[in-house]
């Protein structure tokens, strides 16, 4: 039923039907299988978003949506979400966990059109109760050998097109497997039973922090990759010919090629400083979408939004459209690179403000106009701004009573601890010179 709610403990998975108390509001996650947003779904999410008090939606680091609110979504909001496809049922909502490329079914020249592999999959977790045991962060990433991938992203199982119907399958984010299929679903399916029999049995025997709950990891951990894999194509089978393996093309957080693809449709981008969406921009792009006969966007997980299979010929009163709206799909954004979680503002395990000192950044480097590295700031060891390190890392510390940030640079050898506003500091005086010595003066 849709009125089924249960709050969850701040450090656990948020949900719609298992949103978490957090410093500040309420806190409520929507999965958005491949980052695909249809307007239909954009238009109701703008309208549930006002009703609950939410001034903002984040796009998060895995391409969902997060809305931090005075109160939950209400059980008539829920059934509305569950009627245009923005949740499932309480059971299994919260393991609609499928990543693809925010290109998915629009690049030409990918090896497959994985978008109805995304849909498909959805369906099938959708329809699949019995999954309800899984951990929260069961996850599946597809990819197609877009130009724009992210196959940097961590995912519990990897589905890598090998053909335009063929697909071999990776474990735990690396491990490449001799798994290769035509029906990713069956072969998730599979994947998950085997988990299924076994969860409650590694779960007794080790200790999993947050949720008590071994994932899936830890399931091909305790029992061996051969004997689960063993177990996986017992009933389901394997393909014999051997596929080369192609390599995908990893594009750095926001730096997607503004080029046209399937003929004379081409994408824009549009950033948002740190994912956060206002209620006003999104209410302008949905009636930007509309006017331009324009179905659906997609969230990338750099926390941008593509507006996909524009006309070539439209494409720059669009995005004069979009900057009168409020807006911004320039390609010198400084947004493009910097990252962060929501600090000591959102989160009781943070040290530091997070957001805050990203947003600062963001503001110091806005007339400078050129691509920035990309800078991940996180308010603690968990490094929820983003799983791997970028060009620059602040991971804050408390000590003595005192907010401080690891200062991590792939420029330099050494990790300083430094004071947060030194570390800020730092950040732009790296940037500003790399710029300044890389670019001409006339570009700046």
Not at 74 to 94: M, N, T, Y
Not at 311 to 317: H, N
């Amino acid at each position: 039923m849709a009125d089924s709610f249960a709050f969850v403990e701040a450090a656990s998975c948020p949900g719609l039907f298992c949103p978490t108390i957090a410093q500040d509001g309420v806190l409520t996650r929507i999965r958005t299988p491949g980052g695909r947003v249809l307007l239909l779904q954009l238009e109701t999410l703008a309208h549930i978003a006002t009703q609950i008090g939410c001034p903002e939606v984040l796009i998060t680091n895995r391409a969902n949506l997060q809305l931090r609110s005075v109160v939950k979504v209400d059980p008539i909001g829920l059934q509305l979400l569950q009627r245009v496809g923005l949740a499932a049922s309480p059971e299994v909502d919260h393991l609609r966990n499928v990543m693809a490329s925010p290109l998915a079914g629009c690049d030409s020249d990918a090896i497959a059109n994985v978008l109805p592999v995304v849909m498909a999959l959805d369906a099938y977790i959708a329809q699949a109760l019995y999954l309800e045991p899984l951990s929260a962060k069961f996850s599946i990433g597809i990819d197609g050998g877009e130009s724009v991938s992210v196959r940097d992203r961590l995912n519990d199982i990897w589905l890598v097109a090998e053909s335009a119907d063929t697909f071999r399958l990776y474990l735990n984010g690396e491990v490449m497997t001799e798994v290769v299929t035509r029906d990713c679903v069956r072969l998730v399916d599979a994947i998950a039973r085997v988990y299924l029999a076994q969860i409650d049995r590694v779960s007794a025997v080790g200790r999993f922090r947050r949720s008590g709950r071994a994932r899936l990891r830890d399931v091909v951990r305790e029992m061996g990759i051969d004997r689960f894999l063993e177990e996986v194509v017992g009933d389901f089978g394997v393909m014999a010919e051997s596929l080369a393996n192609r390599a995908n093309a990893i594009i750095p957080n926001g730096r997607l090629p503004q080029r046209p693809y399937g003929g004379n449709l081409v994408y824009t981008e549009i950033m948002f400083p740190i994912g956060y969406v206002q209620l006003s921009q999104m209410r302008s792009l949905t009636q930007i979408l509309s006017q331009f006969n324009l179905s659906e966007i997609r969230l990338t997980p750099w926390q941008t939004i593509i507006i996909p299979n524009v006309m070539e010929s439209s494409l720059l009163t669009l995005e004069n459209a979009l900057i009168l709206g409020g807006l911004d799909p320039s390609k010198d954004h400084p947004a493009r690179g910097i990252v962060a979680c929501s600090g000591r503002s959102g989160c009781k395990s943070a040290a530091t403000h997070a957001k805050e000192h990203a947003l600062e950044l963001i503001q110091r480097f806005t007339d400078i106009k050129r691509s920035f590295p990309s800078i991940h700031i996180s308010g603690c060891e968990k490094r929820c701004a983003q799983p791997k390190d970028g060009d620059i890392t602040l991971i804050g510390v408390e000590i003595e009573g005192r907010d401080y940030y690891e200062y991590h640079s792939r420029d330099r050898p050494e990790i300083p601890i430094l004071m947060t506003q030194d570390a800020i500091e730092a950040i732009y005086d790296q940037v500003t010179t790399q710029v300044l010595t890389s670019v001409p003066s006339s570009v700046v």
